[in-house]
């Protein structure tokens, strides 16, 4: 089969492929382009790398059911060649929808700028003057809705710090889902919708946001990322810790070079150590202040790598990853680094 191959970059880094990897492959329904990547790849987002482009053959970077994936070697190197399936459906989505998709419908970020969020509508109320409101209620919404269209309901949560500690974004926490109805007031200024959803209680000033429903955003490649960062966020504000298939927030957006697609590592930071013998060594968060004030600055235990997050939404300043692998539990501050 004739082909071209994709220009990626540099192929100085080196391509390790499985050890029990596949010959050759046929796509099954179901899979997804993570799991075919780390059949053959030890690093998934390496795919791009290895990846033949037949042009003679339609949407040559997307991967069908049935199509058969061969592994061959070029010059020494490993490569892909996809022989297509005549039965087309939908390609394989790069991450499992089903998994994941309460966070990829759900999560958003509000702007920080208030006179942004001044143009959003947002829950006013209803006449039996409660704060708090469950499904099956109406309330009134400050602003114009479609009627017969669902809406997300999000309160403001935390403001979004970034890595050089600015202010850039609210996060916003999904409580519940309005229908919209009829307009009322002068000049329709409030909508009355249908709570017909509740996550957590629905309260008065939470904003009112069309329910993003075009596919999650599931077809893209995974690669690299070229910058490095740390989780600003978890998607899970409340619960404090983040595991597989969670999303956190990436502390850099598009404007800062994060794209749909990017891989990365994510990294425990080291320990802090106090003591320099082995009678007197101890973790500086169980020491008391005066040993943490003159213990050595680099008295300190390396980071660790412990899995990988997969960028799959972008915003200016921030961006939505997902774990895509994790080896221990997830937290606020880690670093998300390139990979190696």
Known sequence: MASVLLATASMADTLEVNE??????????????WDISGKFLKKPWY???????????????????GDV?????????PYIKREATTQKGNPIPTINAEAIKTFLRNDVILPYDQAQLDKYPYVAGNNEERRL??????????GKLNKGQQYGVYHKGQALI????????????????????????????FNKSYLVKNKTAVSNGDYVLPIEDNGYGLYFVPKAA???????????????????????????GSKDGVSVGDVFSISRIGAKLVGETADDTSYAT????????????????????????LVYRTYDNVALAIIMNSSDPVFKGYKLVKPE
Do not use: C
């Not at 795919?47 to 059911?65: E, L, T």
């Not at 994936?69 to 190197?77: A, C, E």
């Not at 970034?162 to 200024?189: L, M, R």
């Open 162 to 189: 970034n890595d050089e500690g600015k202010k850039v974004a609210f996060h916003a926490i999904f409580t519940g889902v309005v229908v919209g109805g009829d307009q009322y007031g002068k000049d329709g200024k």
């Open 69 to 77: 994936l061969t592994l061959v070697w070029i010059d020494g190197k």
């Open 286 to 309: 169980m020491a008391g202040a005066g040993r943490r004030l003159v213990s050595s600055s680099d008295n300190v235990l390396p980071d660790d790598v412990i899995g990988q997050a």
């Open 226 to 252: 070229t910058v490095d960062t740390t989780i600003i966020g978890l998607a899970e504000e409340s619960s404090g810790v983040a595991a597989i298939y969670d999303t956190v927030i990436v502390g850099k």
């Open 47 to 65: 795919w791009p790398k290895i990846w033949n482009v037949n042009p003679q053959i339609d949407d040559p970077h997307w991967i069908y059911p």
């Open 133 to 142: 409101f469950a499904e099956t209620k109406d309330v009134y919404v400050n």
């Open 20 to 33: 029990n990897h596949p010959t050759k492959y046929v796509v099954q329904k179901g899979d997804t382009l």
